[in-house]
């Protein structure tokens, strides 16, 4: 199954490329259209107040801090909207829209220091604005509680190169996911057609035996004759002489049995690529490429000793001798369809005549054909 699919997808290896390359051109546009945006990054202690006088409120002060609340009351304060609007208050906008700037904070576990993030356009502006929010917030914070004091860690400064946009790993990221839309289009388009390949497959089928109807298969051998003009080709027919007989005798579903049958015995000793195809009321042809003469005869040799055993249907009220004659001819790569099929035809008249029943042309024959 995983081979299947892998053959799959390297057969229509084009459609994910071009998926591929759409989603690279879709993200160079995007990098090269997007604003790109700096973050500024102010960082705040939070430690005890200097003026606790006794080592009892100090000691019990530490243990507030440890457990996380106030240093998280604080962060939130810092990035609230009062005092971001108290900054928009007291702060020039240099021409900047204050909407175009989002403030974020980030506290880590196990320590007493946050982080107030500005993203913006300017990165000279982020900068200025984190430190201004900073100082707006601890103003505000110290308004309020005295127990224990913040001070600002680092200040801003005014990044070097934008969060975003990355145009490196935008195109790594647009990249997979086109690699995946690709990957993805195929295998859906594979299943939703299978449905139809079967439908199609049933149409191009003779519904007596299970065999390719003799236009299908004609369509099949041409297109392989056209796909692969240098590989060998050999092509066969099995006139099944009892079928011949008593075709017209037998009840439609004895004789539907002995045509499946017959079409089973085929395939046991056929590859893949092989194909069995309905040649008329009581032959069938078989499609063997890449094949020379020599081994398809060996191939046919087998199917003939299956054949010769007698068959019985499922009921087992009818069993006769199926008594098969193969005609077997090779391709020569100037030769047209029909002259193929004439020589397959002509080396199963010969095979009717000969003891053994079989017989390959030109192989065997001695003299050019009339």
Request: neutral net charge; aromatic residues 8%; proline residues 7%.
């Amino acid at each position: 199954m995983v081979r299947h699919y892998l053959d799959l997808l390297q057969s229509n290896w084009r459609w994910i490329a071009m998926y591929v390359l759409g989603a690279c051109i879709l993200s160079v546009l995007i990098s090269i259209s997007a604003t790109p945006i700096y973050r500024a990054t102010t960082s705040f202690v939070i430690y005890p107040n200097e003026n606790l006088t006794s080592s009892r409120d100090v000691v019990s002060s530490l243990d507030t801090l440890e457990k996380r609340s106030v240093i998280t009351t604080y962060s939130e304060i810092v990035a609230s909207e009062r005092v971001y609007q108290n900054t928009q208050l007291n702060m020039p906008s240099a021409g900047q829209d204050f909407a175009s700037y989002q403030r974020s904070v980030v506290v880590p576990q196990e320590s007493n220091i946050f982080y107030l993030n500005i993203d913006g356009p300017s990165p000279a502006f982020a900068a200025a604005l984190a430190n201004n929010v900073g100082t707006q917030g601890i103003a505000t914070i110290k308004g309020i509680y005295q127990v224990f004091d913040i001070s600002v860690l680092d200040e801003a400064r005014a990044p070097q190169a934008p969060i975003r946009p990355r145009p490196l790993l935008s195109l790594l990221l647009f990249a997979l996911g086109g690699l995946g839309l690709g990957i993805l289009q195929v295998i859906v388009i594979y299943q939703a057609s299978r449905p139809l390949e079967a439908i199609r497959d049933r149409l191009n089928r003779d519904p007596e035996s299970g065999a390719y109807k003799r236009a299908h298969f004609s369509n099949l051998i041409e297109r392989r004759m056209a796909d692969r003009p240098d590989a060998p080709l050999s092509l066969a027919i099995i006139e099944l002489e009892s079928l011949k007989t008593f075709a017209n005798s037998l009840p439609n579903a004895v004789l539907t049995d002995f045509l499946t049958n017959t079409v089973e015995i085929l395939k046991k000793q056929l590859r893949g690529n092989d194909a069995v195809g309905r040649w008329n009321e009581s032959a069938f042809a078989i499609l063997l490429p890449d094949t020379p003469p020599q081994p398809a005869a060996r191939t046919l040799l087998r199917i003939r000793q299956g054949l010769l055993q007698p068959m019985e249907e499922h009921s087992g009220l009818y069993k006769v001798s199926l008594k098969p004659s193969i005609g077997l001819t090779a391709w020569e790569n100037e030769e047209t369809l029909s002259e193929l099929c004439s020589n397959a035809e002509y080396a199963l008249e010969k095979a009717n005549q000969a003891p053994e029943r079989i017989f390959v042309y030109p192989v065997n024959l001695g003299e050019p054909k009339p």
